[in-house]
């Protein structure tokens, strides 16, 4: 029924059901009905309703009296509702998620016979689910945390959950490590302060005391922990897995995803505010995405180290603090996912699926990363104690092939199997194991000697060299980023010991950086830090990955108007905008609609100046017009709002009298504006007095170095921020 069920999540079903991507929405059907209006209210044991507000009561000719417990129906709803909450999940709580299809596209049967991974014809169902670690399920998207990158492949071979984050390292070596770190970055115990932030006493005691987290906190402190989207973020399978080919030869992997958006972030001023102002800001964002269209899309990539090589590094390979450099291993690209379909309901599938990564196909292995270890067995337990230990039967979590054992029974068991035996061997010689011939997973005959000990291997204790790696490897403006982080961490922690002794500890990343950080937060100055050799590896730097192609498509552009605005360049922003597949938002100086500077054209706008925020959107255009703009040269909102998106660095495009609203409220000499009819770009302001037609035109090419007003709008936009502004220290008023 119109309304109910959204379109395009229809839309985007039916296409896939012919297909194997289809598979998963197939048998997912089992299990999902529309609510339309010809249902009729029952109980949950089917009998029908005459009514959803009246408990039975004892009622008397002058009063309705007390109700009967008596009621089964008004129990059955109170009760049902008493009992909606499970636990949430011990980390990354808060998350979405959608669905997908994998698609191979360059085959590695040289190092695995896994089809997912080998068969380029083949098309994989996924459902994926980012997460924030730290935060409750209710707290904000925009949390200074690691996000959660979790894929589960619904393969013909059984489910591949790879449970990655944005993040390629981890603080922790090995897994017995596990809940002192979570419980030194959840709020602290004793008054549940804060909440979703690592900006408090006892995560930077438990860093400072806890070497090996340095290098992830330095990553944590670096904009990939504030990313603007989850279609702009990098995913890191994090630990060591293994190949298997046909030979029987072992391969140690990591597996990463390259977004095609490119990887981008928020700005940190911006995302304090959309904590408060927009708390759903990345959920809703993908599912707008999805919703029309502009589907999300990652390269799938794999670094590769054979099994001779594995002791031939200056790092254990086997340890995920450290990340496998790409200089020494390279990233082959071999796959792509797309992301095509929001979910039907929240609590089924993006609360109920559960990850395992002891979840593995054949062809895919473990090695003995300790952290690897630990998760396997972490993971399948605390979906028992958060979902049953039926999970696997919930219907995101069940696979697309057969499943048959003699597992039985336990809460909740759907499944009803027919047949006299639950137990292997039985006469009848039901459910034998498969053989490897049948697809039957074989462990890799891996040798294991050895005594027993609480031990790690020599090159785990190397925490600092990569701490120092990533530093090096950061451009200025991330430099610049990473100081103002730890600038206000550390302001939040007030006890001196825990800033003090931070301080110190930066110095064996870098002396500049602890120093700086040392003047603003407090403590004593280091005076010595430990020696870098300078060592880089580009790829850790996030600039490195702009983007497949300069696009605009997905991004939000406001456009704000007032009475007498220019329909001219209005109506050419707004065509333009749409047919490059970007998000044209009208914010008006109220929601009803407003006239254009010909008396005969109006608009309606979306949002009005309160009610929009320019932290929600990724660029501003305002088109002239005397009227509007002396409206909005008197309103201190519409001010603020230019100010504002231009200390958060982005694109601002003004074309006839709001040129000189821009050049007011920004108020710096230093951002030249056009005062012609030529476009101007000025530290990301494009500017044009005087409009020129051919200037703004529908088909924009986005191309570096282009002339026309639209072309350097749209260019300025794609390239995400104008960083050359804060490197001009220009946006300090926000
Ligand atoms: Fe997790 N982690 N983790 N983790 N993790 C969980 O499992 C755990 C680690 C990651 O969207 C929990 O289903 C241990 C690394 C993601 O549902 C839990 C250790 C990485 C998700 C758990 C780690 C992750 C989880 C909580 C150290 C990056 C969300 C709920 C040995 C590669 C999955 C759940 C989703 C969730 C344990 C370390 C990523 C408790 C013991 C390293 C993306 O099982």
Redesign the pocket.
Known sequence: MAGLVPESVQKVAHAALGSREGDKLKDLAHNTKDMTNKDRLTTDYGVKQSTADDWLKAVSPEKAGPLLLEDPFARERIMRFDHERIPE?????R?S?AFGKFRVYDSIDDLTFAPVLTDTSRETPVFV???T?LGSRGSMDTARD?????VKFYTEEGNWDL???N?PV?F?Q??????DIIHAGKPEPHNEVPQAQTAHNNFWDFQFNHTESTHMFMWGMSDRAIPRSFRMMQG????TFTLINSKGERHFVKFTWTPELGVHSLVWDEALKLGGQDPDFHRKDLWEAIANGAFPKWKFGIQVIPEAKEHKFDFDILD?TKVWPEDLVPTRYIGEMELNRNPDEFFTQVEQ?????SHIVPGIGFSDDP??Q??N???F???IS?LGVNFEELPINRPTCPVMNFNRDGALRHTITRGTVNYWPNRYEACPPATEAEGAYVEYAQKVAGIKARIRSDKFKDHFSQAQLFWNSMSPIEKHHIINAFSFELDHCEDPVVFGRMVQRLSDIDLTLAQTVCERVGGDAPKEGRPNPGRRAPALSQAEFPGANPTIASRRVAILVADGYDNVAYDAAYAALSSALAVPLVVGTRRNKITAANGSNSTQPHHHLEGLRSTMVDALFIPGGAQAVETLAKNGRALHWIREAFGHLKTIGATGEAVELVQKAIGLPSVTVSGSGEAQESYGVVTMRELKPESLGEAVTIAKGATGFMEKFFYGISQHRCWERELAGLNAQV
């Open positions: 999940r011990v980390v990354h709580a998350g998620g689910r980012f997460s670690v690691v996000r959660g990158f979790a449970v990655g984050n993040i981890f922790i090995d897994a017995i490590k596990f809940p890191f399978g994090v630990n995920a699926i559960a990850f395992c990564t952290l690897l630990g998760r067995f972490s993971y337990d605390t979906q958060r």
